[in-house]
């Protein structure tokens, strides 16, 4: 299968803050989640997909391009909804469009306008009057209206109501029904992706833990509930974070079998949701 | 390319239209009461040449900049765009400002000195000289490069005014435009000094817009 | 006799705008409860969380506090509560000291070690400027000063918004915390169901500005259903039974506030599966035929 959108090695340096070795492969005709706390550098990788800051060392490639190199040709199949779009606030709506549609070969009207009804949209209206449902809404008309192959969403469901967001991941199914089209999408909301995505990737404190078929996420990656005993220094290697409950020891793992042959019996073993995995690896980090 | 103007135009239509009626009316009533063609071409480049970088400051104010990032366009050509809106705006409220100069009654500069081809080379001048100037200032530093830049040059016309015998110099320096063009008249003949001066301001927006390219490409955001 | 004591009380509470109306709007927060606010963008839910703060006048119906008429007895009531917001409407510039320096002499309980205790246990420099915290931190300061007063009722409007999992489960944990101490309770609205499914004793739906239910969480999980299946899910006789019916593709979909019922009727032809708050709300905004 080809990819949709392939990173290797990505590397950013700010001042106080490093991503690095950053590689995973977005396959065509799925959805995939990036997930991380904040502060992780989720809106870094998708910054530098974009090229709107540089890339300090590794390549990007976007339908086999670099995205550099080839940056108007990938930039013209990409389609980008963002939680706090970069807007000119006081435009109304079809302004926005009025300016945006020519830089697109394939921009389609009709299509636009079927969108722009179907979402509700008030296209006289301006953009700092809409509710945040559907300034993401409207974004997302404008990315399938130049038949966007790759929707680079940051956030998009952030602040929205279950009902918006619900419908959005919807929409997001439908749209990969057609093969040829992929998802990115960073979110906060981890429930979403369990309900949506095909594959996971995670970031933590700008380094990548994995990036796995959901399913896989799931067969993998467990919290094992028992005593202090978890805690031992045989076992160091086997647990990435802990939690003191008031009933014990709570561990995450992602080796289940090697936990099972280290420890007998009295362990009860939990899937482990994304959310876990997160909450469980930040242990003892300042959080942003 | 005409695209670039047409997204700036509508992204900003509302501050375009309003500014380009009122501005124009200002420097138009303004041109017809002064006699010196020199400090008319001055003020009114200077003036088209705010609304022509309104866009651009606004852009960095409201942190909008990012939309054109996503379009599918290289930053070199997003510069070149905005040269492009620029010079369009300057053009034509210029073009505005001189109808209402020339139909103004009671105006001192008549048709003649307005549409004049010393007047007309001296305002590309100027417009060119500002451009060049502060374009690279917003690219760079935003709205804030131009406030720095404006409260820079207060700072400078303050002291100047104490050192009063450096007035005359000022003066020298600002019309050394006027003066310039001028003298090419003088020299060359109009249709040679007309063909020298634009080519030197074609060299002076380039550039500028290298320099803008450059610091626009550099930039992260 | 035992009389439940409740924190809140709202009756009848009406108060219209150009194009929106809140209307007959009653629900009841017991005292040493959670209860969580949840309805789609626009439908009312912080408009009433304005109207029992005072801080929109009400046109009709009645709110106590406490058994207090909140307008009536509006300092008194104010000195009670502790509130966050999700964008705190602090000035930017200062810092946390000097704005906790502005808010403290108002409250006669003011408990400063605690307020610093708890500030150290946020991690926040009391001399960082407002503007310069994170949108997680910003929240736990206002978390903070809501709870240095000794409130007895924590009002949340869209705390967690904004908010990874990590923040969300430790501002969770420090509401259970808080109910620790019998009397006090909690009112929070959130678009995040899932933390109110942990947390929450009672659910309050709004929806176009009126109550759509208000219950007992645990009951509420128990007894809607979610009901997927053919299209002999869209006779007649089922209209009262399913709401919020959805078609898409050809499964017809539904929830029911009578999961019993719907088993006895359905089955064996369709699937039933449990709702989540979630599914409640959204079969019932977007779904058509709903009560």
């Not at chain 1, 796995?212 to 086997?238: C, F, I, M, Q, Y």
């Not at chain 3, 304005?50 to 406490?66: C, D, N, Q, T």
């Not at chain 3, 009126?210 to 209209?239: M, T, Y």
Request: charged share 25%; glycine share 8%; aromatic share 10%.
């Amino acid at each position: 299968m080809d990819a949709a959108l392939e990173i290797q090695g990505l590397r950013k340096e700010y001042k106080k803050f490093i991503l690095k070795d950053i590689s995973f492969r977005l396959d065509q005709g799925t959805i995939m989640g990036l997930v991380g706390p904040n502060g992780a550098g989720k809106t870094t990788i998708i910054k530098l997909i974009l090229n709107m800051i540089r890339r300090s060392a590794g390549t990007i490639e976007v339908f086999g391009l670099d995205n550099i190199a080839h940056e108007k040709a990938v930039k013209a199949r990409i389609g980008f909804v963002h939680e706090t779009p970069a807007m000119v606030e006081d435009a109304p709506l079809k302004n926005i469009k009025t300016a945006l549609a020519p830089f697109y070969g394939s921009w389609d009207e009709r299509l636009f306008r079927r969108l722009s009804a179907e979402f509700g949209l008030p296209l006289d209206k301006k953009f700092k009057a809409l509710s945040h449902g559907i300034k993401m809404k409207f974004q997302l008309a404008l990315a399938l209206s130049h038949d966007a192959d790759l929707l680079v969403l940051d956030e998009p469901t952030s602040g929205l109501d279950p009902v918006f967001r619900r419908e959005l991941l919807e929409r997001l199914s439908d749209v990969i029904q057609d093969e040829r089209k992929s998802v990115l999408f960073s979110t906060h909301i981890t429930s979403d992706l369990e309900s949506t995505a095909d594959s996971i990737t995670f970031i933590n404190r700008g380094e990548l833990v994995f990036s796995l078929p959901k399913d896989e996420v799931r067969e993998t990656w467990a919290v094992v509930k028992g005593g202090p005993e978890l805690g031992n220094d045989s076992l160091r290697g086997l647990f990435k974070g802990f939690r003191e409950t008031p009933y014990g020891v709570e561990a995450l793992t992602s080796d289940v079998p090697a936990v099972r042959r280290a420890l007998s019996g009295g362990l009860v073993v939990d899937k482990a949701s994304i959310e876990d995995i997160m909450i469980f690896m930040d242990q003892g980090a300042s959080h942003v | 390319m005409f695209k670039f103007v047409l997204k700036d135009f509508f992204l900003h239509k509302k501050y375009i239209l309003s500014l380009g009626i009122l501005y124009p009316l200002y420097v138009g009533w303004f041109g017809s009461r002064l006699h010196n063609p020199t400090v008319y071409a001055l003020i009114a480049a200077f003036m088209y040449m705010i609304v022509a970088l309104f866009p651009y400051t606004r852009e960095d104010k409201l942190k909008a900049v990012g939309l054109s990032l996503s379009l599918p366009a290289t930053r070199r050509e997003i510069i070149l765009g905005r040269f492009l809106t620029s010079w369009t705006l300057m053009i034509g409220l210029w073009i505005l400002g001189t109808a209402v100069a020339l139909f103004i009654p009671g105006g001192k500069l008549g048709a003649s000195k307005l549409l004049g081809l010393g007047t007309i080379l001296t305002i590309l001048a100027y417009m060119t000289a500002f451009l060049a100037a502060f374009m690279p200032l917003v690219v760079r530093f935003g709205m804030v490069g131009i406030m720095i830049f404006l409260v820079a040059m207060q700072v400078l016309g303050i002291v100047a005014m104490l050192l009063r015998a450096r007035i005359r110099n000022l003066k020298v320096i600002i019309g050394s435009v006027g003066r310039g063009v001028a003298a090419a008249q003088e020299a060359l003949g109009p249709a040679v000094a007309a063909a020298a001066v634009l080519i030197v301001l074609l060299i002076v927006n380039y550039a500028s817009f290298e320099l803008s390219a450059f610091l626009f490409k550099r930039k992260d955001y | 006799m035992a009389t439940v004591d409740y924190a809140i009380e709202i009756k009848g509470l009406s108060k219209s705008y150009k194009d929106f109306k809140l209307k007959d709007v009653s629900f009841a927060l017991p005292k040493g409860t959670i209860m969580g606010l949840i309805g789609p963008n626009g439908a009312g839910k912080t408009t009433v969380i304005k109207l029992i703060l005072s801080l929109l006048r009400r046109e009709g119906g009645e709110i106590r506090v406490f058994g207090r008429d909140n307008r009536e007895d509006e300092v008194e009531v104010k000195r009670r509560i502790g509130f966050v917001h999700d964008t705190p409407f602090f000035y930017d510039h200062m810092t946390c000291r000097r704005l906790k320096d502005s808010v403290a002499p108002f409250y006669r309980e003011w408990d400063e070690a605690l307020f610093r205790r708890l500030m150290e246990e946020f991690d926040l420099p009391l001399g960082k400027r407002f503007s310069r915290l994170s949108r997680g931190m910003k929240m736990k300061f206002s978390l903070a000063l809501a709870l240095s007063h000794d409130a007895d009722l924590l009002v949340l409007d869209e705390p967690t918004s904004g908010l990874d999992p990590v923040f969300r489960r430790e501002l969770l944990g420090r509401l259970s915390a808080f109910l620790q101490d019998a009397g006090k309770s909690v009112l929070f609205s959130t678009h995040i169901t899932t933390d109110l499914e942990r947390i929450a004793d009672f659910v309050t739906f709004i929806r176009d500005g009126a109550v759509v239910f208000s219950s007992a969480k645990d009951e509420i999980l128990e007894r809607w259903a979610v009901v997927k299946g053919g299209p002999e899910l869209l006779a007649d006789e089922h209209k009262r039974l399913l709401q919020g019916v959805r078609k898409r593709e050809f499964v017809v979909q539904a929830v029911t506030g009578d999961a019993a019922e719907a088993k006895r009727r359905f089955g064996k032809t369709a699937v039933i599966e449990r709702a989540s708050l979630e599914d409640i709300m959204f079969y019932l905004t977007r779904g058509n035929g709903h009560a």
